[in-house]
């Protein structure tokens, strides 16, 4: 019962270099989510998924997209990385209730030089 | 709209003591509460929820918290802190009152147990 698997763990870009960030659940769920979380910041949304099919903009889009491949998987990539995308990056999912709560992954630590 | 605060970026408390991190939050309908915990390189962790019902919810590790409509306050509490409950807290809102159904976060709360 593995729940939000993300990979990598930990990446190093250097700028204008691209990659992609993978998310995958087994719970089910239709919704999944992404963020990002500075000091100071919290979390902050930058894209998601409320099901298979379908994608929307978050708080902090710009220099991401995102592709929901299937139900299970969601995921984000960097362009053209810039230092200012050195963050944490949390992939979560919910079944899109209101009252349930989002289940995350342990996420990716991104720097970018 | 809705939003939530977390007015305290750090909380200090002692072993054994009661602790609290506080949440205030607000909706236009009525809100379903929610608190998270994150521990260092982990992601964030449910650990209870106020949806409708009693106001004392109970949760994972001890925790509680207290849901209060007129105060719009929503705090987590736990009766005797321990060294390992040192972690970052988050409080979130939904607002059923056609609101998002994606959720607002505070900015997380540092909580320091001290041995």
């Known amino acids: 019962n593995a729940g939000v698997t993300q990979t990598p763990k930990f990446q190093v870009l250097k700028t204008g270099q691209s990659m992609t960030l993978q998310c995958a659940q087994d719970?089910?769920?239709?919704?999944m989510y992404w963020y990002r979380q500075d000091p100071g910041m919290g979390l902050r949304l930058i894209y998601y998924?409320?099901?298979?099919?379908?994608?929307d903009k978050g708080e902090v889009p710009n220099g991401y997209n995102v592709s929901r491949l299937n139900k299970r998987e969601f995921s984000l990539r960097l362009e053209s990385a810039a230092p200012s995308q050195t963050s944490v990056y949390f992939c979560?999912?919910?079944?899109?209730?209101?009252?349930?709560?989002?289940?995350f992954g342990n996420g990716t630590r991104l720097t970018v030089t | 709209a809705q939003s939530v605060a977390q007015p305290e970026d750090q909380v200090n408390v002692a072993e054994g003591n009661p602790l609290t991190v506080k949440c205030t939050y607000s909706?236009?309908?009525?809100?379903?509460l929610f608190w998270y915990v994150q521990y260092p390189n982990r992601g964030l962790q449910f650990l209870l929820k106020?949806?409708?019902?009693?106001?004392l919810v109970k949760g994972s590790y001890g925790f509680e918290a207290e849901f209060n409509k007129s105060q719009t306050s929503f705090h987590l509490k736990k009766p005797s802190a321990l060294v390992s409950d040192s972690a970052l807290y988050f409080c979130a809102v939904r607002d059923n009152g056609g609101g998002s159904y994606i959720p607002t976060f505070g900015r997380g709360t540092s909580l320091i147990v001290h041995p």
């Open positions: 719970m089910n769920h239709n919704s």
């Open positions: 998924s409320a099901s298979e099919g379908t994608t």
């Open positions: 909706v236009s309908g009525n809100p379903y």
């Open positions: 979560a999912s919910s079944d899109g209730a209101f009252n349930s709560p989002l289940h």
């Open positions: 106020y949806i409708t019902g009693d106001n």
